[in-house]
Structure formats: C-alpha cells, structure tokens
C-alpha cells in the first residue's frame, strides 16, 4: 500500500511520518485491497487533527481525528480507520455470501 503524509502549517519529521506510516499501514493486516492512503496532518493553535483517504477497489474510506497532542491524534485516527475498514469488509463480504 502506497501512504503519503503531509502537512499544513506543521513540519513533518522523520520520527512523526514513520510513525503516520507504521500506523495506517496496520489497516493492511484487515483489508488486502487497499491501494493507496493519504495522511494529512494540520495544526492550529493547540489543536492538532489528522485526515486521511484510504482508497481500495471500489470505494474511498475517509476520516480525521483531532487531539492536543499530533500523535494521540494520529492513534485516534488509525482506530476510526479500522472500524470503517472492517465495516465495508463485512459489507463486501455479506453481499458475497447472500447472493
């Protein structure tokens, strides 16, 4: 899977995207057909919100998160990815099965 990271108004470390990276690299453990992920990381004043654009066969998977802290952030963020992510697998797979 293909995941950039980004950001506005903040500069991205080494330290900060391999942690992006580690993180919303874990949705490929639930879902193979992933192709593509965009992390956006934004700041203002002391809130920090990450985004992100999971893209997979057949559908785009969007959420963002925010925190006082960019990496509790980017935690609150994988979490809601892999609830969506599980969600439309076990709507795929559902779909199989009854038809």
Same mark, same amino acid.
Do not use: C, W
């Given at each position: 899977?293909?995941?950039?990271?980004? $950001?506005?108004?903040?500069?991205?470390?080494?330290? *900060?995207?391999?942690?992006?990276?580690?993180?919303? $690299?874990?949705?490929?453990? =639930?879902?193979? =057909?992933?192709?593509?992920?965009?992390?956006?990381?934004?700041?203002?004043?002391?809130?920090?919100?990450?985004?992100?654009?999971?893209?997979?066969? $057949? !559908?785009?998977?969007?959420?963002?998160?925010?925190?006082?802290?960019?990496?509790?952030?980017?935690?609150? *963020? !994988?979490?809601?990815?892999?609830?969506?992510? *599980?969600?439309?697998?076990?709507?795929? !797979?559902?779909?199989?099965?009854? $038809?």
């Amino acid at each position: 899977m293909d995941i950039t990271v980004s $950001g506005q108004q903040v500069e991205i470390t080494p330290p *900060l995207r391999d942690y992006a990276v580690e993180k919303v $690299g874990r949705i490929q453990r =639930h879902f193979d =057909h992933a192709i593509t992920a965009d992390v956006v990381l934004h700041v203002e004043k002391k809130r920090y919100t990450a985004e992100a654009n999971v893209r997979a066969k $057949g !559908t785009v998977v969007h959420a963002d998160a925010a925190a006082e802290d960019m990496y509790a952030a980017i935690d609150l *963020l !994988t979490d809601k990815l892999d609830r969506q992510i *599980l969600r439309h697998k076990e709507k795929v !797979t559902n779909q199989h099965r009854s $038809g």
